[in-house]
């Protein structure tokens, strides 16, 4: 069953800034909630709660709300009121279309003294002779009931008939609380035989899907699926207009049946949806021979662009301005590229080998467009050969002639009047070698090694 949560109250209260200690009014209607929990706990001072049209059988766990005001569980599947003394400030209750037989259930509400409004509209109790009598008898606090106005000669004259009315509202109530067994009963066994018919066709599919023998799959797989899901349709919409055509008491147990029902198709379609969308053939990027394909399936417009002058591919592509930048996969390949915009792909054959690595992806601010740029895999810059040919053209010359002059490297010489510093090239020419360390010593090792590898051929 479906019960209060907290993210359900939470997303509920975002007129409070989703905080729920403080909230005073929620609006819980049309959630299929099957138990009413955690309010009291949660939202202490509540004051105004709508929970009509869901399927909540027992009013429960509101007693605490002591600041509550206004209590809406209209289209419920409430039997009789309960629970509600220690709602102190309630003035307005509205049962409207429930299943409240039990008539004498209302007295419960006698400790509720600011109580002035009533809707028990739609509901079996209306239909007893000497309803609105009793009730008027009942409850002296009221002012309304069912919209209508309770004058004072009314009020008066019921409590005149208080007796009379009373035991006929008691042998009513009896009546229907035997009706109602029987009902359920009935829901009961009602309930059985679907499960047994379900569990009958689970085993009837599960001995179609596996077959005895190899020749039986075989024939089976040659009748095709069409054949199969045909049958399996007819045999849905048959059952869906018998169940639609046969006439039920309206109970809580018939409209929770009608819910489950209606639930389990909508699953059922949703998993055939889901079923066809993983069994759709994806789309032919690469064919088998390796070739790859252009392909457009978001059907967006696009520019490729040369630009010759920074070596580069540029690609834009007219991305919807409001698309989320995370629903992008940008891939980048030296021959082609790929985006997939929402899962659908958009692939083009580039004109020129590009570097993968190198390119980059972007998104306008104002357009929302993709910009992807692409550098080429050729670094020869054509135009800026002829620039860089032409202002170093003197210099080449320069370097011929100076190569020509002198066959060895030319060395840079320093001017010592130009500078303070002193001449370091004579700094270790001025010191004498005196044959001590290892200045001396090493030379003679070397023509030791020499000497001793004269034998040997290198």
């Given at each position: 069953?479906?019960?209060?949560?907290?993210?359900?109250?939470?997303?509920?209260?975002?007129?409070?800034?989703?905080?729920?200690f403080?909230?005073?009014?929620?609006?819980?209607?049309?959630?299929?909630?099957?138990?009413?929990e955690?309010?009291?706990?949660?939202?202490?001072d509540l004051?105004?709660?709508?929970?009509?049209n869901?399927?909540?059988?027992?009013?429960?766990?509101?007693?605490?709300?002591?600041?509550?005001?206004?209590?809406?569980?209209?289209?419920?599947?409430?039997?009789?009121?309960?629970?509600?003394?220690?709602?102190?400030?309630?003035?307005?209750?509205?049962?409207?279309?429930?299943?409240?037989?039990?008539?004498?259930?209302?007295?419960?509400?006698?400790?509720?003294i600011?109580?002035?409004?009533?809707?028990?509209?739609?509901?079996?109790c209306?239909e007893f002779?000497?309803?609105?009598q009793f009730?008027?008898?009942?409850?002296?606090?009221?002012?309304?009931?069912?919209?209508k106005?309770?004058e004072?000669?009314?009020?008066?004259?019921?409590?005149?008939n208080?007796p009379?009315?009373?035991?006929?509202?008691?042998?009513?109530?009896?009546?229907?609380?035997?009706?109602?067994?029987?009902?359920?009963?009935?829901?009961?066994?009602?309930?059985?035989?679907?499960?047994d018919?379900k569990?009958?066709?689970?085993?009837?599919?599960l001995?179609?899907?596996?077959?005895?023998?190899?020749?039986?799959?075989?024939?089976?797989?040659?009748?095709?699926?069409?054949?199969?899901?045909?049958?399996?349709?007819v045999?849905?919409?048959?059952?869906?207009?018998?169940?639609?055509?046969?006439?039920?008491p309206?109970?809580?147990?018939?409209?929770?049946?009608?819910?489950?029902y209606?639930?389990?198709?909508?699953?059922?379609k949703?998993?055939i949806?889901?079923?066809?969308?993983?069994?759709?053939?994806?789309w032919?990027?690469?064919?088998?021979?390796?070739k790859?394909?252009?392909?457009?399936?978001?059907?967006?417009?696009?520019?490729?662009?040369?630009?010759?002058?920074?070596?580069?591919?540029?690609?834009?592509l007219?991305?919807?301005?409001?698309?989320?930048?995370?629903?992008?996969?940008?891939?980048?390949?030296p021959?082609?590229?790929?985006?997939?915009?929402?899962?659908?792909?958009?692939?083009?054959?580039?004109?020129?080998?590009?570097?993968?690595?190198?390119?980059?992806?972007?998104?306008?601010?104002?357009?929302?467009?993709?910009?992807v740029?692409?550098?080429?895999?050729?670094?020869?810059i054509?135009?800026?050969?002829?620039?860089?040919g032409?202002?170093?053209?003197?210099?080449?010359?320069?370097?011929?002639?100076?190569?020509?002059?002198?066959?060895?490297?030319?060395?840079?010489e320093?001017?010592?009047?130009?500078?303070?510093?002193?001449?370091?090239t004579?700094?270790?020419?001025?010191?004498?070698r005196?044959g001590?360390g290892?200045?001396?010593?090493?030379?003679?090792?070397?023509?030791?090694?020499?000497?001793?590898?004269?034998?040997?051929?290198?």
């Amino acid at each position: 069953f479906l019960s209060v949560t907290e993210d359900l109250v939470r997303r509920r209260a975002e007129h409070n800034n989703c905080e729920i200690f403080s909230l005073e009014e929620i609006s819980l209607h049309q959630q299929e909630i099957e138990k009413l929990e955690y309010l009291d706990k949660w939202c202490r001072d509540l004051k105004i709660l709508y929970l009509q049209n869901n399927l909540i059988p027992k009013i429960e766990n509101v007693s605490k709300l002591k600041k509550l005001e206004y209590l809406n569980v209209a289209l419920n599947n409430i039997e009789r009121i309960e629970n509600l003394e220690g709602c102190e400030e309630l003035k307005k209750l509205d049962l409207t279309a429930n299943f409240i037989g039990e008539l004498s259930s209302i007295e419960s509400l006698k400790c509720n003294i600011h109580l002035k409004e009533l809707f028990l509209v739609g509901n079996p109790c209306t239909e007893f002779e000497g309803y609105r009598q009793f009730v008027v008898a009942t409850l002296h606090q009221l002012k309304y009931l069912d919209s209508k106005e309770i004058e004072r000669s009314e009020r008066i004259k019921a409590l005149q008939n208080y007796p009379e009315v009373k035991q006929k509202i008691r042998e009513q109530e009896q009546a229907y609380l035997l009706k109602r067994t029987r009902e359920k009963e009935e829901a009961q066994r009602r309930m059985q035989e679907r499960k047994d018919k379900k569990q009958k066709q689970m085993e009837a599919e599960l001995e179609f899907d596996s077959p005895g023998s190899p020749q039986e799959k075989e024939n089976l797989q040659a009748g095709g699926d069409g054949d199969q899901e045909t049958c399996r349709t007819v045999e849905d919409d048959e059952e869906d207009r018998r169940f639609w055509q046969e006439p039920t008491p309206y109970t809580p147990e018939s409209r929770l049946e009608t819910h489950r029902y209606i639930e389990e198709k909508r699953r059922a379609k949703e998993n055939i949806r889901e079923s066809k969308k993983r069994e759709k053939l994806p789309w032919t990027l690469v064919t088998a021979e390796g070739k790859v394909m252009n392909v457009n399936v978001p059907k967006l417009h696009f520019s490729l662009q040369d630009d010759e002058e920074n070596n580069q591919i540029i690609l834009e592509l007219a991305v919807y301005r409001h698309l989320d930048t995370s629903l992008l996969d940008v891939d980048v390949q030296p021959t082609y590229i790929r985006v997939l915009v929402k899962g659908k792909p958009f692939q083009l054959v580039l004109p020129e080998a590009v570097k993968p690595d190198s390119s980059s992806a972007k998104r306008s601010q104002t357009t929302g467009h993709l910009v992807v740029t692409m550098p080429k895999a050729k670094e020869i810059i054509l135009a800026k050969q002829k620039v860089s040919g032409s202002i170093k053209h003197s210099d080449c010359n320069t370097l011929q002639k100076n190569a020509r002059r002198s066959g060895q490297v030319e060395k840079l010489e320093v001017d010592p009047s130009k500078y303070s510093f002193p001449d370091v090239t004579n700094i270790i020419q001025g010191k004498e070698r005196t044959g001590q360390g290892p200045l001396k010593l090493q030379p003679e090792k070397i023509t030791d090694i020499k000497k001793s590898c004269v034998n040997y051929e290198n």
